[in-house]
């Protein structure tokens, strides 16, 4: 198993055209918008208890461009918490710009997809602050903002990455995010038992819509954490609650 890690309760804040939204599976045409100010959004979940914040620019993922860099810099200026910073991260300069400009993981997907050996030397360079996302749909990643297949599994991703020297790994099954149904509980759980010891976090995302759902994840063994974003901003999950829900 796992090392334990204390249990986190992370709220999403995804960017896309400047605003804060979520997509349905991943889907750019089944957007809703929550906010035009993320600034703002950020300062509220650091308010109410937020001890990070998962901050994802949606049109980088996609185009490999930082879109809402001006917002993702907002955010890390405003608070003073932790905020991890995925999508559109492709080479060894822009982490060195996000990781300089005080973002406190910068996480790796599809450039870790199509340059094998730029996680390595980025955990080298940036040691403490490289993580990596394996957002997976029918158990391979998917890469370039989830339209792309890769060939490689969830599991294999994951242990090359973690060999690397990731300090955190995020497990997303895309069928179920922002669907609010629950998480993938048996997809994460059979992912760290096949992993077995590692000083990372893993952290699961994807479907959160309950209470329970957060406790069934605090739940798992070497589980730390879960990120939370439409229960968040539709209300059928309050941050307070879900951290109280978490504690082991």
Same mark, same amino acid.
């Given at each position: 198993? &796992?090392?334990? $890690? *204390?249990?986190e309760v992370i709220p999403a804040i995804d960017l896309r055209g400047g605003q804060c939204v979520r997509l349905y599976q991943g889907d750019y045409d089944r957007e809703t918008v929550y906010g035009a100010d993320p600034v703002a959004m950020?300062?509220?979940w650091q308010s109410v208890g937020a001890t990070r914040l998962h901050v994802v620019d949606? @049109?980088?993922?996609r185009s490999g461009e930082q879109v809402n860099a &001006? *917002?993702?810099?907002?955010i890390v200026e405003a608070v003073d918490i932790p905020v991890e910073l995925g999508g559109g991260v492709r080479d060894? @300069? $822009?982490?060195a710009r996000w990781v300089k400009a005080g973002v406190d993981r910068v996480f790796l997907g599809t450039a870790a997809v199509t340059d094998p050996t730029l996680a390595g030397i980025a955990c080298q360079r940036f040691p403490g602050h490289v993580a990596a996302g394996a @957002? *997976?749909? @029918?158990?391979?990643?998917a890469v370039r903002g989830w339209e792309e297949a890769s060939g490689e599994t969830a599991l294999e991703f994951t242990r090359r990455l973690l060999a690397d020297g990731v300090v955190a790994v995020t497990y997303t099954n895309i069928a179920l995010d922002g669907t609010l149904t629950g998480p993938d509980i048996e997809g994460v759980r059979t992912l760290i038992e096949a992993i077995g010891p590692t000083d990372a976090q893993f952290i699961l995302a994807g479907g959160v819509g309950t209470i329970d759902h957060v406790r069934a994840a605090a739940a798992v063994p070497g589980l730390g954490g879960v990120i939370i974003g439409r229960a968040l901003y539709e209300g059928t999950v309050e941050l307070a609650e879900a951290i109280a829900a978490a504690q082991r």
């Open positions: 198993m &796992p090392n334990a $890690t *204390a249990f950020a300062l509220h949606l @049109d980088g993922a &001006p *917002a993702v810099r907002g060894i @300069d $822009t982490i @957002d *997976a749909r @029918d158990g391979r990643i």
